[in-house]
């Protein structure tokens, strides 16, 4: 059974920093291109950043510069570094993890910046 668990979200205040966890189980980490992705609300979802299987990142204009993918193929964890945060940025984030058309999708964790 394949899971992605998304953890570390929150509330910050604007100009603050969160660390996003994803956890994955029941894939073969190592070959996924692994992705971000954030959806505001009344809005569509969005790439945030991914990174291949060869640990190449892709990000964004709107985070560059200020969030920084990662990958842990030994844990089965990406991360997603995120600093000067904006209240923009207030989304649920999701993790997902793509092999060729294979698909998977995190239920996503809630990221607020308010103050």
């Known amino acids: 059974q394949v899971q992605l668990v998304e953890s570390g979200g929150g509330l910050v205040q604007p100009g603050g920093s969160l660390r996003l966890s994803c956890a994955a189980s029941?894939?073969?980490?190592?070959?996924?291109?692994m992705g971000w992705y954030r959806q505001a609300p009344g809005k569509q979802r969005e790439l945030v950043a991914v990174?291949?299987?060869?640990?190449?990142?892709t990000y964004a204009d709107s985070v560059k510069g200020r969030f920084t993918m990662s990958r842990d193929n030994a844990k089965k964890m990406v991360y997603l570094q995120m600093n000067s945060l904006k209240p923009e940025d207030t989304a649920v984030y999701y993790c997902?993890?793509?092999?060729?058309?294979?698909?998977?999708w995190g239920k996503g964790t809630l990221v607020t910046v308010s103050s």
């Open positions: 997902r993890s793509t092999y060729y058309n294979i698909d998977y």
């Open positions: 029941g894939i073969t980490f190592r070959s996924y291109a």
């Open positions: 990174i291949t299987s060869e640990g190449r990142t």
